[in-house]
């Protein structure tokens, strides 16, 4: 069965370090999104991107945030300038189109932030 | 309270058991899903009920949904030690397909 894969699985950077997270969506999907689930916390929404553009974002995704997908498989998640309080699970769904459809789920990068 | 409450926090069960989640919402949805999560891994998919449905099975899983009430349950038949994992519910709205989840119920299938 086809799957979200994210990379690198663990990612440590040192605070103000800019990190990229990667993404390989299922290949016939149109709709891609991150989230992050912060230890112990909710699973939270941070940015959905349709046909090359954001489509709509969280609060939590400011301007030290971008999303980008360079060619036509990898969804990036970048944080240019990271802080302590980034240190979560991020993880990559993308969704089929119709409005019927599940997000499928990636395993995450754990991103530690020192 | 927030949109997508769990209950119980924790469940735990002898193998062989039936285990019954539930989930709370506050605002109206397109479609509520039900995700697995083992520890340290990802979300996995395992049910989407529509918002016109009221009940949806998927081997042993039965999930319904009232939307008058606007919560639905997630019922494991003949639990087993594999199903030990957090469950969640996430729900969408229509023209807004974020998902908004739950906080979860950490469920532990005693063997």
């Known amino acids: 069965e086809p799957e979200v894969t994210q990379t690198p699985s663990h990612q440590v950077t040192q605070m103000g370090q800019e990190v990229i997270l990667r993404c390989v969506p299922i290949s016939n999907h149109l709709y891609f999104y991150w989230y992050r689930q912060i230890l112990g916390q909710k699973v939270e929404f941070l940015v959905s991107f349709y046909n090359n553009e954001i489509s709509e974002k969280s609060e939590i995704f400011d301007d030290q945030f971008s999303v980008e997908r360079p060619d036509g498989s990898n969804f990036t998640l970048k944080i240019r300038s990271t802080k302590l309080e980034d240190s979560a699970m991020y993880f990559c769904?993308?969704?089929?189109?119709?409005?019927?459809?599940?997000?499928?789920f990636g395993d995450g990068t754990r991103l530690s932030i020192l | 309270s927030q949109q997508g409450e769990e209950d119980p926090q924790a469940l735990s069960i002898q193998e062989g058991e039936n285990a019954t989640m539930n989930c709370s919402y506050k605002?109206?949805?397109?479609?509520l899903q039900w995700y697995r999560q083992n520890s340290g891994r990802g979300l996995v998919h395992l049910i989407l009920?529509?918002?016109?449905?009221r009940e949806k099975h998927s081997g042993r899983l039965r999930v319904t949904l009232d939307t008058s009430k606007k919560s639905s349950s997630l019922l494991i038949t003949a639990s087993r030690a594999a199903d030990t994992a957090s469950y969640f519910c996430a729900t969408d709205a229509i023209g807004n397909e974020k998902l908004t989840f739950g906080t979860g119920t950490r469920l532990t299938i005693i063997p």
């Open positions: 769904a993308s969704m089929d189109q119709g409005s019927r459809q599940p997000q499928h």
């Open positions: 605002t109206s949805i397109n479609n």
């Open positions: 009920i529509r918002s016109n449905e």
